[in-house]
């Protein structure tokens, strides 16, 4: 098949959908009155002009940053205390509940102890963040292990291997996947918790796309242009990275059918 | 029969799992001696399965001593000995993470070959379970039919060249085809080391059994124990056909019928 082709079969479909996105949005501004929904054009110039003054691609850089960290902090804590859990069973029994609680704990909720804490800080945003996705994480990397099917490790001990060879030759490969699905989740969390934590919290100092929504309250056009920043980085991230992770580890164990 | 042609020895073993009432196995006497094929057959749920993987400690014996080599298994590190014993598991348990070469290549990672003489032993093992080498290495275990899988868990087993070979229903999922090219490569193999290496199959099939054993073992079930032996002195290799094999399989066939219909009736009025 031809590169062009390729691209059109690929992206032709979602290309067409955000085209009419577009045209339907364009339609109801055109349509309606009231100034609280600006058109495509307004929101585009207003993306323009925040890119123009540098105020839209500095709080991009700080919030991209802002993210890497915690999520890094998030996988690594999830990581450790998930293999912990999944291996000792009493220990799991014991603390799984307590990370569940967690879970399903609305992360806005840890706003307000956040800055009693940290203060109207940095530290306060990252730390919403951490606590927003590292349960998941935790779930997740616990799940995979135990789907892991008791087979595998049968016919490795049966071949002799033991120990950390076990571990490291088969049962953490096999458990990949789950542990793959984990780090989508938990990014996404770490997303959602981290736009909420500079939203709510913001400090002048630490400027991020949060926080840029909550100083242009007032400007629905700008707000719109946020928006759409923030937007697409959530869908570049899982396409471009979780997505193509995804694809790779299923098309190695053959589990993905190539049309 | 000298002490040392012996290679393993189960005395008076019982294996009763947890949770249940009637013994896997009980009462079990068993010898293998070296550079013989033997071959367990018997009703499901006998205890053939269980009597494979009391020998490589998979399991361990509710009662009585198994020995391998002369040595109490039980005092030899259940690893290494593991690593001796080739083991083709029933249901394959291929690692999906891992491709065909990978797979087939497990053991002599563990016990450290050179990647170069690795290589050299998945490639002469694919041509010898009749699967291309070019294109199979690189291949993960879910593009294979059930019947290439098991063939690359033979080969698995194979591979660091044990002397002995243990198969739990080692060519239950193959095609009439595919489990004849592996029959006569086990007669082949069995034939080139000259008397040292050891098999010891577990199969439904009786034709099999006779084709390959020097001894077959018939079991009962409920709980498993030894019901007969009957020895085979024919050359090898040996084809279905050949007078002896026919007789035999004949005579299985009856014993196991008697044995299916007295395990009935034993059901019926329990």
Not at chain 1, 240 to 257: A, H, Y
Request: hydrophobic fraction near 50%.
């Amino acid at each position: 098949m031809s590169p062009v082709r390729w691209v059109a079969r690929e992206l032709g479909p979602p290309l067409a959908g955000i085209a009419g996105l577009l045209v339907v949005w364009a339609l109801i501004a055109a349509l309606t009155t009231t100034s609280s929904i600006p058109s495509p054009a307004d929101v585009w110039g207003a993306f323009i002009e925040g890119i123009r003054d540098g105020t839209l691609l500095e709080a991009t850089w700080r919030t991209l940053v802002r993210l890497a960290f915690s999520f890094t902090v998030a996988v690594a804590l999830g990581t450790a205390i998930g293999v912990g859990l999944a291996l000792h069973e009493f220990t799991r029994r014991s603390i799984r509940p307590l990370i569940v609680a967690l879970q399903i704990t609305p992360f806005v909720a840890w706003v307000p102890i956040a800055v009693i804490w940290f203060g109207v800080s940095e530290r306060a945003v990252v730390f919403v963040a951490i606590v927003g996705a590292f349960p998941a994480m935790t779930l997740a990397t616990i799940q995979a292990f135990r789907q892991v099917p008791p087979l595998y490790e049968r016919a490795g001990r049966t071949l002799g291997a033991r120990g950390w060879e076990l571990y490291r030759q088969i049962i953490f490969p096999a458990a990949l996947p789950g542990y793959m699905a984990g780090l989508q989740q938990a990014w996404g969390f770490a997303w959602k918790a981290l736009m909420a934590g500079e939203l709510i919290v913001a400090a002048a100092s630490s400027s991020g796309l949060g926080h840029l929504l909550a100083e242009r309250a007032g400007d629905v056009t700008a707000l719109v242009a946020g928006l759409a920043v923030i937007v697409v980085i959530g869908v570049a991230v899982e396409y471009l990275v979780f997505g193509r992770l995804d694809r790779r580890v299923r098309r190695r164990r053959g589990l993905l059918l190539e049309g | 029969m000298t002490e040392t042609d012996v290679l393993i020895r189960l005395e008076k073993v019982e294996k009763t799992y947890p949770g249940t009432q009637i013994a896997a196995v009980a009462e079990l006497d068993l010898e293998v001696l070296s550079g013989e094929i033997l071959v367990l057959v018997g009703p499901s749920g006998c205890g053939k399965s269980t009597t494979l993987r009391l020998i490589n400690r998979m399991i361990e014996p509710t009662k009585g001593r198994i020995y391998f080599e002369g040595d109490d298994v039980t005092d030899v590190n259940p690893d290494e000995l593991r690593r001796k014993i080739g083991y083709v598991i029933q249901q394959i348990g291929l690692f999906p993470h891992r491709t065909i070469a990978e797979n087939i290549a497990t053991v002599p990672g563990l016990v450290g070959w050179g990647r170069d003489r690795i290589a050299a032993r998945v490639d002469e093992l694919l041509d010898m379970i009749g699967m291309d080498p070019s294109v199979f290495r690189g291949r993960y275990p879910k593009e294979l039919s059930g019947g290439q899988a098991q063939r690359v868990g033979v080969a698995r087993a194979l591979a660091a060249d044990p002397d002995v070979l243990l198969g739990d229903e080692p060519f239950g999922q193959l095609d009439a085809q595919a489990r004849e090219l592996l029959q006569d490569e086990v007669q082949r193999a069995w034939v080139a080391s000259e008397g040292r290496k050891t098999f010891l199959f577990v199969t439904h099939n009786v034709r099999e059994a006779a084709l390959l054993a020097d001894r077959v073992l018939v079991m009962s079930a409920g709980p498993g124990r030894l019901l007969e032996e009957f020895r085979i002195h024919a050359p090898r290799p040996r084809q279905l056909d050949d007078a002896l094999v026919s007789r035999v399989v004949t005579e299985i066939h009856a014993l196991l019928m008697q044995e299916v219909n007295a395990g009935v009736a034993r059901e019926m009025g329990r």
